[in-house]
């Protein structure tokens, strides 16, 4: 089952839902092992087929610490098929061409782990024996950690068109499964500007992504790109000497702010608020990224950043700023107040002078 095209539901609950690349992990509530839990499926979630490395992982974990871990239930690509993994009373629900069937974490005293083969319709993981969640409408997870009560993934079949006149097997089908439309785009970008190549001439225009309808009673940001110009190297927050960076005068010991709106990082590498940014230690990940319309702005890693930590954008001149659901979160302060204040996942709008903390990074938003 390829989680990469294939949406992710998430049902309510006071459990977490987490997903790291093409790894899904519901947690039934959380105590001291749920960090160390989340911390060694993301150490190996970037692999290519993770299973087998985060079953080991887990094992270390789970069995190795002295408190008892929450229960918890787990899907992850392997060479063979998807790993699912459950512990305690959390069970999955398996739909596919062969029928349904329901595996159950609680009749083993360790853990019930089953390779499932392709191809499969439908997963759900939740708690208790029935394995039967409800998600919310229209929700899907692309990267992060949020509150819920298990999750249900579903496969992306692709329609068939007018002149096919040949039908496709199953296999091929999910082979050949393409990404739905999101309907809440990371991006929170209500217009993006024209994305600039760093090194290399115009190649033409970009396909636009397409633009879901807004929830009732939301606000509709859009995830349709301006026209692209070449892909835009990725952004670091680390210093490179190619790149041009500020200089502190001889006379002065202000750095010399950009003319144009930009942040700024302490060691005086400015990016132009021209453009909405993904902020993380592994922004490219992100939908927005991959649609381009957001750049990718790359904090060194650090283990209290998640791959997708933040989200800004430019509306109009103003500057909004979102937390992604991580568990570290992002600060901000204003000018004049030192204290620090958690923003939430809603947009909030960070003032000229006003200042992000990641972890122990700080950007400050100087204005033209």
């Known amino acids: ?67 008892e871990p929450p229960p918890f239930g787990l899907v992850a690509p392997t060479a063979d098929g998807t790993l699912v993994l459950l512990r305690g009373p959390v069970s999955a629900m398996i739909s596919g061409a062969e029928g349904s069937r329901r595996l159950v974490g609680a009749r083993a005293f360790t853990w019930v782990d089953e390779i499932v083969r392709d191809p499969v319709r439908t997963l759900t993981v939740g708690p208790g024996s029935d394995g039967r969640v409800t998600p919310y409408p ?39 499964s393409y990404e739905p439309a999101a309907t809440a785009p990371a991006g929170l970008a209500a217009s993006e500007p024209e994305l600039e190549s760093r090194s290399g001439p115009r190649t033409g225009p970009a396909e636009a992504a397409p633009t879901p309808e807004p929830l009732p009673g939301t606000r509709a940001w859009s995830a349709a790109p301006a026209p ?16 041009p960076h500020l200089h502190t005068p001889a006379h002065t010991a202000e750095p010399q702010h950009p003319a144009a709106p ?42 209290h950043i998640s791959r997708v930590h933040a989200y800004l954008s430019v509306d109009a001149g103003k500057v909004f700023l979102r937390d992604a659901g991580t568990a570290a979160g992002t600060f901000v302060s204003t000018p004049g107040e030192p204290r620090w204040t958690r923003i939430s996942q809603s947009p909030t709008e960070l003032p000229p002078g006003g200042r992000i903390r990641i972890s122990e990074q700080v950007l400050t938003y100087h204005g033209a």
């Open 138 to 176: 229209r929700t899907d997870l692309r990267a992060g950690v949020v509150p819920g009560g298990g999750f249900v993934i579903k496969a992306a079949v692709r329609r068939k068109s007018q002149n096919q006149h040949h039908a496709a097997t199953p296999a091929k089908k999910a082979a050949a």
């Open 1 to 67: 089952m390829r989680v990469d095209t294939s949406t992710i539901g998430i049902a309510p609950g006071e459990g977490l839902v987490a997903r790291f690349g093409d790894v899904v992990i519901y947690l039934v509530g959380a105590n001291a092992s749920s960090e160390r839990i989340l911390g060694a499926v993301e150490a190996v979630a970037d692999a290519e087929h993770p299973g087998a490395a985060i079953a080991q992982r887990l094992a270390a974990v789970v069995f190795g610490t002295g408190s």
């Open 228 to 243: 692209m110009r070449a892909e835009a190297q990725p952004i670091r927050l680390r210093k490179e000497s190619a790149r």
């Open 262 to 303: 930009a942040l700024v990082a302490e060691d005086g590498t400015a990016y132009p608020l021209d453009r909405a940014y993904v902020i993380g230690r592994g922004p490219s990940v992100d939908e927005s990224v991959r649609r381009k319309t957001a750049a990718p702005l790359v904090l060194q890693r650090d283990r």
